[in-house]
Protein backbone atom coordinates (compact mmCIF):
# COMPACT_ATOMS: atom_id res chain seq x y z
CA UNK A 1 0.00 0.00 0.00
CA UNK A 2 2.85 1.98 0.62
CA UNK A 3 4.22 2.16 -3.07
CA UNK A 4 1.44 3.61 -3.92
CA UNK A 5 2.06 6.95 -2.23
CA UNK A 6 5.38 6.81 -2.69
CA UNK A 7 4.52 7.21 -6.91
CA UNK A 8 3.08 9.87 -6.67
CA UNK A 9 5.53 11.71 -4.96
CA UNK A 10 8.22 11.01 -7.12
CA UNK A 11 6.33 12.21 -9.85
CA UNK A 12 5.86 15.67 -8.62
CA UNK A 13 9.18 17.03 -8.71
CA UNK A 14 9.79 15.28 -12.55
CA UNK A 15 6.52 17.31 -13.23
CA UNK A 16 7.91 20.25 -11.63
CA UNK A 17 11.11 20.08 -13.44
CA UNK A 18 9.74 19.82 -17.21
CA UNK A 19 6.88 22.48 -16.38
CA UNK A 20 10.03 24.64 -15.17
CA UNK A 21 12.10 23.92 -18.41
CA UNK A 22 8.85 24.25 -20.24
CA UNK A 23 8.06 28.01 -19.04
CA UNK A 24 12.29 28.51 -19.11
CA UNK A 25 12.16 28.08 -23.26
CA UNK A 26 8.76 30.24 -23.52
CA UNK A 27 10.55 33.29 -21.95
CA UNK A 28 13.11 33.66 -23.65
CA UNK A 29 14.21 37.03 -25.73
CA UNK A 30 12.13 37.57 -29.21
CA UNK A 31 13.86 36.53 -31.94
CA UNK A 32 14.19 37.68 -35.18
CA UNK A 33 12.94 36.50 -39.14
CA UNK A 34 10.33 34.51 -36.84
CA UNK A 35 7.25 35.76 -39.10
CA UNK A 36 9.49 34.36 -42.40
CA UNK A 37 10.41 38.04 -44.22
CA UNK A 38 13.50 37.91 -46.15
CA UNK A 39 14.87 40.74 -43.60
CA UNK A 40 16.06 39.71 -40.25
CA UNK A 41 14.50 41.89 -37.56
CA UNK A 42 17.11 42.60 -34.43
CA UNK A 43 17.31 40.11 -31.29
CA UNK A 44 18.31 42.02 -28.92
CA UNK A 45 16.75 45.24 -27.54
CA UNK A 46 16.23 47.44 -24.66
CA UNK A 47 13.00 48.00 -22.88
CA UNK A 48 11.59 51.39 -24.17
CA UNK A 49 9.02 51.26 -21.58
CA UNK A 50 8.69 50.24 -17.87
CA UNK A 51 6.67 47.29 -19.69
CA UNK A 52 8.77 43.74 -18.13
CA UNK A 53 6.85 41.21 -20.73
CA UNK A 54 9.06 41.97 -23.45
CA UNK A 55 11.80 39.48 -21.73
CA UNK A 56 14.35 41.24 -24.55
CA UNK A 57 17.57 41.40 -23.23
CA UNK A 58 19.62 44.50 -22.74
CA UNK A 59 23.93 44.59 -23.65
CA UNK A 60 25.84 45.88 -21.83
CA UNK A 61 27.55 49.67 -22.46
CA UNK A 62 29.60 49.71 -25.22
CA UNK A 63 33.35 50.28 -24.98
CA UNK A 64 33.95 52.32 -27.71
CA UNK A 65 34.83 56.00 -27.65
CA UNK A 66 31.97 56.91 -30.08
CA UNK A 67 29.12 55.41 -28.16
CA UNK A 68 25.60 56.92 -29.09
CA UNK A 69 26.66 57.80 -32.74
CA UNK A 70 24.55 57.21 -35.18
CA UNK A 71 23.40 57.74 -38.43
CA UNK A 72 20.06 56.14 -39.54
CA UNK A 73 17.32 55.92 -42.13
CA UNK A 74 13.93 54.78 -40.96
CA UNK A 75 11.23 54.07 -42.95
CA UNK A 76 7.56 53.77 -41.43
CA UNK A 77 4.45 52.35 -43.42
CA UNK A 78 1.45 52.24 -40.79
CA UNK A 79 -0.61 50.46 -43.04
CA UNK A 80 -0.02 49.27 -46.64
CA UNK A 81 -2.61 51.80 -48.10
CA UNK A 82 -0.81 54.41 -46.32
CA UNK A 83 2.11 56.65 -47.79
CA UNK A 84 5.69 55.97 -45.97
CA UNK A 85 7.12 58.50 -43.52
CA UNK A 86 10.52 58.16 -43.74
CA UNK A 87 12.71 59.74 -40.98
CA UNK A 88 16.55 60.27 -40.63
CA UNK A 89 18.16 60.31 -36.85
CA UNK A 90 21.43 61.41 -36.54
CA UNK A 91 23.11 61.33 -33.21
CA UNK A 92 26.58 62.14 -31.74
CA UNK A 93 27.10 60.94 -28.28
CA UNK A 94 24.18 60.03 -27.67
CA UNK A 95 22.48 63.22 -28.48
CA UNK A 96 20.57 64.50 -31.90
CA UNK A 97 22.31 66.54 -34.34
CA UNK A 98 20.42 69.23 -36.11
CA UNK A 99 20.21 67.40 -38.85
CA UNK A 100 17.39 64.86 -37.32
CA UNK A 101 14.45 65.03 -38.56
CA UNK A 102 12.67 62.25 -36.46
CA UNK A 103 9.64 63.26 -34.07
CA UNK A 104 11.48 62.15 -30.97
CA UNK A 105 15.25 62.03 -32.05
CA UNK A 106 16.50 62.95 -28.05
CA UNK A 107 14.45 59.87 -26.44
CA UNK A 108 15.86 57.99 -30.01
CA UNK A 109 19.27 58.75 -29.52
CA UNK A 110 18.93 57.83 -26.26
CA UNK A 111 18.16 54.63 -26.87
CA UNK A 112 20.58 53.66 -28.85
CA UNK A 113 23.71 55.13 -26.96
CA UNK A 114 22.06 52.73 -23.91
CA UNK A 115 21.80 49.80 -26.05
CA UNK A 116 23.55 50.25 -29.42
CA UNK A 117 23.00 46.23 -30.29
CA UNK A 118 19.29 47.21 -30.42
CA UNK A 119 19.58 47.30 -34.36
CA UNK A 120 21.62 44.28 -34.67
CA UNK A 121 20.03 41.49 -36.53
CA UNK A 122 20.97 38.04 -34.99
CA UNK A 123 20.71 34.43 -36.89
CA UNK A 124 16.71 33.15 -36.29
CA UNK A 125 16.48 30.65 -32.88
CA UNK A 126 14.34 27.88 -34.33
CA UNK A 127 13.14 26.81 -30.76
CA UNK A 128 11.35 30.34 -30.04
CA UNK A 129 7.85 29.95 -29.26
CA UNK A 130 6.03 33.12 -29.88
CA UNK A 131 2.07 33.96 -29.41
CA UNK A 132 -0.46 33.56 -32.10
CA UNK A 133 -1.58 37.79 -32.01
CA UNK A 134 -1.57 40.16 -34.82
CA UNK A 135 -0.42 43.47 -33.84
CA UNK A 136 -1.77 45.17 -37.09
CA UNK A 137 -0.14 45.69 -40.51
CA UNK A 138 2.46 48.53 -39.09
CA UNK A 139 6.45 47.94 -40.45
CA UNK A 140 9.19 49.26 -40.16
CA UNK A 141 12.49 49.40 -41.76
CA UNK A 142 15.63 50.79 -40.50
CA UNK A 143 18.96 51.30 -42.40
CA UNK A 144 22.36 53.48 -41.20
CA UNK A 145 25.02 52.80 -38.52
CA UNK A 146 25.67 52.75 -35.25
CA UNK A 147 28.61 53.40 -33.78
CA UNK A 148 30.18 52.77 -36.55
CA UNK A 149 28.79 49.47 -37.42
CA UNK A 150 26.37 48.96 -40.55
CA UNK A 151 22.98 48.05 -39.83
CA UNK A 152 19.47 46.79 -41.17
CA UNK A 153 16.30 45.89 -39.63
CA UNK A 154 13.19 45.41 -40.19
CA UNK A 155 10.52 45.52 -37.99
CA UNK A 156 6.58 44.35 -37.74
CA UNK A 157 3.48 43.34 -35.47
CA UNK A 158 2.50 40.04 -36.70
CA UNK A 159 3.07 37.92 -33.40
CA UNK A 160 4.50 38.21 -29.97
CA UNK A 161 8.13 38.03 -30.65
CA UNK A 162 7.50 40.77 -33.50
CA UNK A 163 5.28 43.14 -31.35
CA UNK A 164 7.97 42.78 -28.35
CA UNK A 165 10.56 43.88 -30.69
CA UNK A 166 8.64 46.85 -32.13
CA UNK A 167 8.22 47.96 -28.35
CA UNK A 168 11.53 47.54 -27.30
CA UNK A 169 13.09 49.96 -30.46
CA UNK A 170 9.45 51.92 -30.36
CA UNK A 171 11.63 55.42 -29.56
CA UNK A 172 13.93 54.87 -32.70
CA UNK A 173 11.25 53.72 -35.05
CA UNK A 174 9.02 56.88 -34.24
CA UNK A 175 5.57 54.75 -33.99
CA UNK A 176 3.99 52.52 -31.25
CA UNK A 177 2.94 50.82 -34.38
CA UNK A 178 -0.85 51.75 -33.72
CA UNK A 179 -0.95 49.53 -30.57
Known amino acids: MRMRFIRPLLAVPALTVLTVAGLAACSGAPTPGSTGSATQAPSSSAPASSSPASGAPTSSAPTSSSSGTAELSITLMETPEAAPKTFTLVCADGKPAAESKHPSPAEACATLKN ?16 TMQYGGPATAKVTGAVNGKEVTAAFSRTDGCQIAMWDAAKSILGSDGGA
Open 115 to 130: NPAILSPAPPRTDQAC
